[in-house]
DNA sequence: CACTTGACCTGTCCGC
DNA sequence: TGCGGACAGGTCAAGT
């Protein structure tokens, strides 16, 4: 499901729900949707309280007074929902696309001195949660690979040329879902950013000039900047931290467009297989 | 090293 | 209505 502008939408709702939360109790259901030590639960999260909800690349952190850090990775299903103590369950008020919970994608459930609750769903098992002293956050695998934030202002294409142009035998889809290029393009803005500069999916990074990757990354910047202002994109699954949908799908130039008219030009858009990913693209203003 | 493919899971949709 | 196969927003390990 998420990417960065998902992912951020969900740490701007879960920033002004949680903050000053109590955690007094954690369950899940599998270890490895959350494999933390039971005597770690206890000693680092029950009786905690959250302090800051940050986010790196498509990575949630929740920050506790003990000094760790709650890291959460939603893979393509996780949601994290928060539901407060008058709607326990009863289900989610109003246009929610989340029904009662938890329910049976529910992994990891947290529970507030208040009564309410955070749930961690997620259809498919591919996320995980895991509890991590702060300090040792950036040092896991991940976030020391991990490129940099695509809308941080010093990120320009100074930077990003060279970093793109390290994956120059691979085609320009690949390099820029590539996490160590830059962070928290997925397939959906992929798509979107090649559309909105005019580059064909499946064309080759070492063929591609330096101003058709300048203006990549000015539509990288501004579709993530719109996605976030829609509250990102529900295809299927993807909800906020109050359950409900995002509405950039409904802006999306290509992505699930197929057989539809392209915006900019009028040709049918296709989809096709790049990247191992399915692509949509227009085949006349999107040239190899 | 650079690059591609399959695996991880469950659910849904599409064609027969 | 049932059944098999393809596919789904991400990442990693293993293969070439």
Redesign the pocket.
């Known amino acids: 499901?998420?990417?960065l502008p998902?992912v951020e939408t969900v740490r701007r709702g879960l920033q002004k729900l949680i903050i000053g939360n109590q955690i007094v109790a954690e369950t899940h259901a599998t270890d490895?949707s959350f494999p933390n030590e039971a005597n770690e639960v206890a000693e680092f999260l029950l009786g905690t309280t959250v302090t800051n909800v940050r986010r790196r690349?498509?990575?949630l952190l929740i920050d506790l007074s003990s000094k760790y850090t709650l890291v959460t990775?939603?893979?393509?299903?996780g949601q994290l929902v928060y539901l407060g103590a008058e709607r326990f369950g009863a289900g989610h008020p109003n246009d929610s696309l989340i029904g009662v919970l938890p329910d049976?994608?529910t992994r990891v459930t947290l529970t507030f001195s208040d009564n309410s609750h955070l749930y961690f769903n997620d259809?498919?098992?591919?996320g995980w949660m895991r509890l991590l002293p702060t300090f040792a956050v950036p040092e896991i695998?991940?976030m020391k690979?991990v490129g940099p934030e695509p809308l941080e202002e010093v990120f320009t294409s100074r930077e990003f040329i060279p970093r793109v142009r390290?994956?120059?035998?691979?085609?320009i889809k690949?390099?820029i879902?590539d996490?160590t290029v830059l962070a928290g393009?997925?397939?959906?803005y992929?798509d979107e950013s090649l559309w909105g500069a005019k580059i064909h999916p499946a064309s080759i990074?070492r063929e591609l000039s330096d101003k058709k990757l300048v203006d990549l990354l000015t539509e990288i910047k501004t579709v993530m900047l719109l996605a976030i202002e829609k509250g990102?994109?529900?295809?299927?699954?993807?909800v906020n931290a109050e359950g409900k949908r995002?509405s950039y799908i409904d802006f999306a130039r290509v992505f699930r467009r197929e057989g539809l008219d392209c915006p900019r030009c009028g040709t049918t858009i296709e989809?096709t297989?790049v990247?191992?990913?399915?692509t949509h693209f227009c085949p006349v203003c999107q040239v190899q």
Do not use: C, W
């Not at 259809?123 to 591919?126: A, G, S, Y």
């Not at 990247?275 to 399915?278: E, K, L, P, T, V």
């Open positions: 499901m998420p990417e998902e490895k690349a498509k990575v990775h939603l893979k393509m299903t049976k994608s259809q498919r098992k591919f695998d991940f690979r390290r994956r120059a035998g691979t085609s690949a390099a879902l996490q393009v997925g397939n959906i992929a990074v990102g994109s529900t295809d299927r699954n993807y995002g989809k297989r990247a191992g990913r399915g």
